[in-house]
């Protein structure tokens, strides 16, 4: 399995906002000029049914954000603008379509639930109740 992650323009942004895929999904459907880069996060070598591994998986997505809203392969186009709103999109973007609990848990150590239901992060019934 892996989870793409992608950053989109500044216009693509305001409507559509960071995809990220887990295994085939895709979370909408954006035009090639809208892309502004993408990379493929991995979990090879994880057991993603050991804590252990998903916060590895999960220090990879981080990684991701991080490296394509700062320096991606942004050739001839602008920096983001919002570099925090940039890695908040295409972190919890990808949380939210990984849709796995125990990554949910892991980044809800970090952000709260108002965040995680403004990405649309299933948030495990568990935790929602507290």
Known sequence: MSTKIRTYTK????????AAAACALVAGNVAARDVIDSVQVSTRGLDMNRPTDVRTF????ENAAWMLC????RVALEPVDDLKGCYAKALGDAIRSANMPMLTLIYLQTHTLQEAAARAIK????????
């Open 11 to 18: 216009d693509a942004l305001s409507s559509l906002g960071v």
């Open 58 to 61: 999960y220090s990879r997505l």
């Open 70 to 73: 700062t320096r991606g392969t």
């Open 123 to 130: 948030v495990p019934v568990q935790v929602a109740a507290k």
